[in-house]
């Protein structure tokens, strides 16, 4: 009986084993990407509620030359660096600026967009047409982003939303007056919504790259999607994919 139960434990042990092995190597074959799916055209849901965006493809193309299958995570802007650090996913897509405090706490990729950051207010607001022009004023924005701390250095009072659309949102009410943004994020909204709704003001003045965001303990994987953007800029697929989404080449 005592041999029985022994070889019963062990058979348990064995299979245990085996399904931790098989788990560890298909998670190895899996690229979990961190992303919002609400920031047009960038990370978003289409017609028929199938994640899209240059970001994605992007991340895609890049799973392919990986030989990894792209598995997304969505929540609000806010969330996805807490989803990194807490490992739930590898990597976030969606629009990461480069700046110093980033470079000291994650790994990011070398640039996959270029862009620069426009001033954006309601339809008919004739107040703002300038960064000297926010001191004082209410700015719709994701508080950790990149144009949050744009915002808030030019004097702007920053009421935190999840974002873009929810900007807009603020901006129509009358609860913000401004929020500053991607121009290539505004453009696309502007050209499927029309002018009505919102207007380009004025310019920052600042030209921001964006990059995919890992974590520090994975600068292996950063090297590797650093590769494969490489490949895919000199195939052409990140010209393509740009053009796709804004009629022109904003990888470089």
């Excluded at 009072?157 to 500053?180: C, M, N, Y």
């Excluded at 050209?191 to 003045?205: F, W």
Aim: hydrophobic fraction near 40%; aromatic fraction near 6%.
């Amino acid at each position: 009986m005592r041999r029985k139960l022994v070889a019963a434990v062990l058979a348990v042990v064995a299979a245990t084993a085996a399904l931790t092995a098989c788990s560890s190597s298909s998670d190895s074959n899996v690229l979990k990407v961190g992303t919002e799916g609400t920031y047009s055209p960038f990370s978003y849901q289409d017609s028929s509620g199938q994640l899209t965006g240059y970001d994605i493809d992007v991340i895609k193309a890049v799973g392919d030359k990986l030989g990894r299958k792209v598995e997304f995570t969505q929540a609000p802007w806010d969330s996805l660096f807490a989803a990194l650090d807490s490992k739930r996913v590898d990597l976030i897509a969606n629009q990461v600026t480069v700046n110093d405090a980033r470079q000291q706490k994650y790994s990011l990729s070398d640039p996959y967009t270029v862009s620069e950051g426009v001033i954006v207010t309601k339809t008919g607001n004739n107040g703002i047409h300038a960064l000297t022009d926010l001191g004082g004023k209410t700015c719709a924005q994701s508080e950790t982003s990149n144009w949050a701390g744009v915002a808030k250095d030019a004097g702007c009072k920053i009421e935190a939303i999840p974002g873009f659309v929810e900007a807009v949102q603020l901006l129509q009410s009358g609860r913000a007056d401004a929020t500053v943004n991607d121009t290539l994020a505004v453009n696309a909204f502007t050209k499927a919504k029309g002018t009505g709704v919102v207007q380009v003001v004025g310019k920052t003045g600042q030209t921001s790259k964006q990059a995919f965001a890992g974590r520090k303990d994975e600068q292996d994987l950063t090297a590797k999607i650093n590769t494969a953007l490489q490949q895919l800029s000199a195939d052409g697929t990140l010209a393509k994919i740009s053009e796709k989404y804004f009629g022109t080449d904003v990888s470089k």
